[in-house]
């Protein structure tokens, strides 16, 4: 595709083969990126991958891990020739009380979301300041402004990537590089259809809009975010959450 608002550019996507992050990667695609498609299991994200056509890169890699991480996104550069976005958007939830929630269920969700959210900031910005631009969007949500009950971990991890998104956009801003974040409410993917429906139903109802919202409505702000339309925008936090938490 020429002309659209990513067009030459290379994009990495981390959870890309499925949910949000598959919306990510088909919204970032059809603006002219070429696309590494990223996940624990390497066979779904081809899968996702031969989907969007021509000028993708499936690669599976799990988020926590230093190594995959790098290696990632090297093959991502010697493949596209460059990188110029990165969305850190893989993610688990392992919700419990805290009476129930184990130090496992902790620690598996700081691992990746925050752990690998650092990771490929640390990864993602080593080449971009070299390049002297890019743009790096982190995936949070509204559980990391309000916190929910049953997801202390969770929330956590999530409030805990705005302040790494707004620290390593202080640290880059200068070398041409930009860090966001976005803030998703409740959104309808895999991780949310899990969810009991008589919670799913109770959160919906509790939304202004009356609705929860489609993967698709997140990679719009992602897009943005990607692109150029945001250029003067670095350490801002996009909500997404049809008015929840205003
Ligand atoms: P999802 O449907 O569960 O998709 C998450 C993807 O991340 C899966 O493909 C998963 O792979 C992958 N993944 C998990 N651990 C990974 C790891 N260690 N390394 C690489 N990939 C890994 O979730 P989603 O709802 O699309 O959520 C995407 C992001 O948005 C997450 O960060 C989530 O916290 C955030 N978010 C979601 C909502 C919502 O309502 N859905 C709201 C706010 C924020 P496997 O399936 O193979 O494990």
Not at 5 to 32: C, D, F, M, N
Not at 111 to 140: P, Y
Request: charged share 20%.
């Amino acid at each position: 595709m020429t002309g659209g608002l990513l067009s030459g550019r290379a994009a990495v996507v981390t959870g890309a083969a499925q949910g949000i992050g598959l919306a990510i990667a088909r919204s970032l695609h059809a603006q002219g990126a070429k696309v590494a498609l990223v996940d624990l299991d390497g066979d779904r994200a081809g899968q996702a991958a031969a989907e969007l056509g021509g000028a993708v890169l499936p690669l599976a890699c799990d988020v926590t891990d230093e190594e995959s991480m790098d290696t990632v996104l090297r093959r991502t550069v010697e493949e596209f020739g460059s990188l110029d976005v990165h969305v850190n958007n893989a993610g688990i939830t392992r919700d419990a009380s805290l009476r129930k929630m184990t130090v496992q269920d902790f620690e598996a969700v700081m691992d990746v979301h925050l752990k690998g959210t650092w990771l490929g900031v640390r990864a993602a910005s080593a080449i971009m300041r070299e390049a002297g631009r890019g743009s790096i969007v982190n995936m949070s949500s509204l559980s990391g402004k309000s916190g929910n009950p049953g997801q202390t971990n969770y929330s956590a991890a999530k409030a805990g990537i705005v302040g790494l998104t707004k620290a390593a956009a202080k640290e880059l801003a200068h070398k041409g590089v930009r860090v966001n974040a976005v803030q998703p409410g409740l959104i309808r993917t895999p991780m949310t259809e899990a969810m009991p429906s008589d919670v799913f139903a109770e959160r919906e109802a509790g939304v202004p809009m009356k609705r929860a919202g489609e993967p698709d409505e997140v990679a719009g702000a992602v897009l943005f975010l990607a692109s150029d339309l945001s250029s003067y925008m670095t350490g801002a936090v996009l909500e997404v959450g049809g008015g929840r938490l205003m």
